[in-house]
């Protein structure tokens, strides 16, 4: 990898410096196509965040020295997404959420403490195989993505709904919306954001609102404190129903024309993901982007 | 009206903190005496009781329509300030508390809740109430104390289909194959939802959890298992769903302990609703 490293930094030197135009850089390399490694390095210098010192984005399976033929972002690196990525010739994913189901992305299931190691879990071995027989490379692109100015999954949220051009003080994350109801709001979030069982609400289906919080991802009680008294509606990713839902229930038992609107988590962050590919267009021209959603994983019975 | 009038004539001798005692000497488990749940978080224990209500989440309505039944004290298994440990620092500042606090002082009600121990004791009055809602038979739960319950084989659409209808849920949420052919539930409560790959399990059934970053996320792996086109399921309640039912085990264990004064289930009920 120190050897890439090199030959990155020497492709680099070619056009000039760094910061040279991204066309450029692109252009400059189409010949020598790009490793995981070179693509994540390049990410790395143009994300225009502090890096973090803990964090969770890092290559979760497959060798970033793999020549990247495809990218392929999502919001959960889910086998139906590699699948998809595979079909359209992609080898590197990149995700917002976690490969292996946690947040520590271990290749194996955790055994309990005390006990002998589980036996081996038939979805974590598939999805293994998936990986290596297809050489694919998956990297998490979590804490920098998110830590971006404004927030890119506010961001694809307000895009997708249309309410870019409701934004209160060019904030992604608040929009003044004309007034509608509780009701067509939901609906309309539902629709647009294709989800299909995931979406819950709290609110008076009736009641009119405008003033809107867009908060992806998992907020706790003291964000849904401090936003509500400036909002009629919380639109979030996931809350614990022990905090924020009750309190959303109290505010709108005591009389408040407010509204939360619980997308769940990846689907809040899909939009975000579909803003990341067309961003990874602009610094990588050697492989084609896309964005494959993983989509709302929760249904709903019928009637 | 009538329970009114009979808990000013029963009442007389009971106090809210009599009535804890009660409860902790016989809940069938040694007190822990560091839980920072199972506390008052309102009102005294001079207060005198004139009814008793058991609910799951104490929100302002159930909280007001306990004071219109003439209970002024109540038990419930969950916050009544939006946060685990009722920590008023909190909420403090907030205009919804100072209200909520200032209608509970003016009502003069106590608020004692029943968490922990509800868990610590056999059986659990959450998964007794929540395995009859859900209408799991109780002599298939094997082994006796698992939560796993194996039903005639069924598909998880099905399943989910009749739990809805059932407890008339307006906002379930379902992973998995809809098709999957399914037997064998493991049942969770609350966010003590179990793992969703456990062995010889085909669908998980329980209240809440994390969706991701946390130990083993259900969703992805179960979307995985549908890919793979392995019998698997998650069906989640919802928090309040999911114990509701075992706070009407809880009121009828109260009345066993404490027969002197009213007690009844008052449901929070499940806080959401999903768009058509």
Known sequence: ?303 | MDSRRRSVLETRHMTAGEVVDRIKKNIGVAWRETTYRDTYKSGSPETSVTGIATTMFNSFDVVERAVAAGLNMIVPHETTFWNDRDDLTVVNADALYREKRDYLAAHNVVIFRMHDHVHDRRPDFTYVGSARELGLDPAREMPPGSHRFTIPETTLEALAADIQRRMGIRALRVVGDPKARVSRIQLGVGYATPAANGPDVDVVISGEQQEVDGGLDAPEYIADAAALRLPRGWIMLGHNVSEEAGMLEMAQWIKTVVPEVPVQLIKSGEPFWAPK
């Open chain 1, 1 to 303: 990898m120190a050897a890439l490293s090199r030959r990155e930094f020497v492709r680099l030197g070619t056009v000039g410096a760094a910061a040279a135009p991204f066309v450029l850089e692109g252009a400059a390399t189409r010949a020598a196509a790009p490793t995981a490694q070179a693509i994540v390095d390049r990410i790395q210098r143009h994300v225009g965040v502090d890096s973090h010192p803990t964090t969770v984005d890092a290559f979760k399976a497959g060798d970033p020295s793999s020549v990247v033929t495809g990218i392929v972002t999502t919001s959960l690196a889910t086998i139906a997404v590699m699948r998809r990525a595979i079909q359209v010739g992609a080898n590197l994913i990149i995700t917002s959420g976690p490969t292996f189901y946690s947040r520590a992305d271990a290749p194996m299931p955790a055994g309990r403490r005390g006990t002998p190691p589980p036996p081996a879990d038939p979805v974590f071995e598939a999805k293994h195989d998936l990986i290596r027989q297809n050489r694919l490379v998956v990297w998490r692109f979590s804490d920098h993505w998110r830590a971006r100015t404004p927030d890119p999954f506010a961001q694809g949220i307000a895009d997708t709904l249309g309410w870019t051009k409701y934004r209160v003080n060019g904030d992604p994350l608040r929009v003044t919306v004309p007034a509608i109801t509780i009701g067509a709001l939901a609906k309309e979030v539902n629709t647009k954001l294709n989800a299909r069982g995931g979406l819950r609400v709290i609110g008076q289906p009736t009641a009119r609102v405008q003033r809107i919080a867009v908060l992806p991802g998992t907020i706790p009680i003291q964000t849904t404190l401090d936003v509500f008294p400036d909002v009629d509606v919380i639109v979030a990713g996931e809350i614990r129903e022990w905090e924020s839902s009750e309190y959303a229930r109290d505010l709108v038992h005591a009389g408040r024309s407010k509204a939360l609107v619980l997308l769940g988590r990846s689907l809040s962050e899909e939009p975000g993901m579909n803003g990341c590919a067309m961003w990874l267009k602009t610094i990588v021209s050697e492989a084609p982007v896309r964005w494959i959603p993983a989509g709302d994983p929760y249904w709903r019975p019928a009637t």
